[in-house]
């Protein structure tokens, strides 16, 4: 059976997900909305800030009073912030104001503490008059009832969630983000911080996919990991598809003899073949339970840039329209590859009106990018254990190329 192509691959997979695309809008505590898209428009139920304040630490006094300085007026009281509705001002007095304090009715302007002196209970000197206004913010000055904050499609930072929050908006309508659930593979992966025996790695595929999902708008609901027991995949299996809207497997798809994922899901429908890219050509596909399952392969650049070709686009569309998935870019590359779609270690140089040029680093023949590059000069590998060379660049700049532009 002839490979498939990039292009169909990816379609196939979109067409698997198109369930993603229709979640239906969720509303979410405005302080739990980081990284979220909103839904729908969000204007301003009320006026900001909500009533005339002082600015300043300082006395509330009308401009009037004021105009000749310096002069002596009658402290009538200390207006605190939260302090309730306070009295009515008098022409000729002060009320010592706080920061965020409603100004009295009346009071037309504040003088800060440091320009006045002789200050006791009752009594201050100010040194220096001001105008009307001068240190007040009025109400609406910020925000006025009815403006627009946010509109549908933004994709909420830290200072949305600030503006949202001083305007009362409890929550908020916000696409669904789509669960998504892991499953690494191989009776060699153990955890990290955990003792090795002889022929056990880390597994690196399980926290990689988690991050990579959450960083483009998914909520990680699981990650697991199986050894190559069927009975034990299939167990995971059924537990992540009952709590997740798509899950991702790594490993097991390939043709060894402990393809323990492409033996469980073949007899339930699922495609297996090879795509016509490196790394990564062992793909797989499924629907299991009725939720889609994406299975890659094992090995952890493979992994990663499964992911970010067939994988990272429809999680950034499924979780809202803010989030472009045009930075997964093709790059055409000096170098052939045999009719494959290749991700190598590359080097980029901006070239002015949004063009970028892309240069492979490394020869064809070592187009997988899952080991070191072979040493075509001898005497600079020798210089470099005598450490007079610059250091290899690690294998996994890979992806300069994807993030290309």
Do not use: W
Not at 29 to 45: F, V
Not at 201 to 219: K, R, V
Not at 285 to 311: D, K, Q, R
Not at 351 to 377: E, F, L, W, Y
């Amino acid at each position: 059976m002839s490979a498939r192509s990039v292009e169909e691959h990816a379609s196939h997979i979109s067409g698997l997900l198109t369930g993603l695309h229709t979640l239906s809008p969720t509303a979410v505590p405005t302080a739990e909305a980081l990284g979220r898209i909103t839904c729908s428009d969000i204007a301003s139920p009320v006026d900001l800030p909500l009533f005339r304040n002082s600015q300043m630490d300082g006395y509330a006094v009308d401009a009037a009073s004021v105009a000749s300085v310096p002069t002596t007026l009658t402290v009538r009281g200390v207006i605190a912030a939260g302090s309730g509705k306070p009295p009515k001002h008098l022409p000729g007095s002060a009320f010592r104001i706080m920061t965020g304090a409603p100004l009295p009715e009346g009071a037309d302007a504040v003088v800060p503490v440091e320009d006045t002196t002789g200050v006791t209970e009752h009594v201050v000197t100010i040194e220096r008059g001001r105008s009307v206004g001068e240190f007040v913010r009025e109400r609406g000055s910020d925000i006025t009832a009815g403006m627009l904050l946010v509109t549908a499609g933004t994709h909420l930072e830290p200072r949305h969630i600030a503006a949202l929050s001083a305007v009362g908006l409890a929550s908020l309508d916000t696409y669904t983000k789509p669960r998504v659930a892991i499953i690494t593979t191989g009776a060699e992966l153990k955890s990290a911080g955990t003792t090795l025996e002889p022929g056990e790695i880390y597994d690196s595929n399980g926290p990689a996919l988690a991050t990579l999902a959450e960083a483009n708008g998914a909520d990680v609901v699981s990650v697991a990991r199986s050894s190559d027991d069927p009975a034990e995949f299939r167990e995971l299996l059924s537990y992540a598809t009952s709590v997740a809207d798509l899950v991702f497997t790594s490993g097991g798809v390939s043709m060894g003899d402990f393809e323990v994922v492409k033996e469980t899901l073949t007899p339930l429908g699922a495609h297996f073949g090879h795509v016509a890219m490196q790394p990564g050509g062992p793909q797989g596909t499924a629907v299991v339970n009725e939720v889609p399952v994406l299975s890659f392969p094992g090995n952890p650049v493979s992994t990663m840039v499964s992911f970010e070709v067939f994988a990272r686009g429809e999680l950034r569309r499924a979780a809202g329209p803010a989030r472009d998935p045009a930075r997964a870019t093709p790059v055409d590359c000096t170098a052939a590859f045999g009719g494959r779609q290749a991700a190598v270690p590359a080097g980029t140089q901006n070239c002015g009106r949004n063009r970028t040029r892309c240069r492979t680093r490394i020869a064809p023949c070592c187009s997988h990018g899952v080991g070191r590059r072979p040493d075509r000069h001898p005497r600079r590998r020798d210089r470099a254990r005598r450490g007079r060379s610059r250091r290899r660049r690690p294998a996994l700049d890979f992806l300069d190329l994807i993030h290309s532009i």
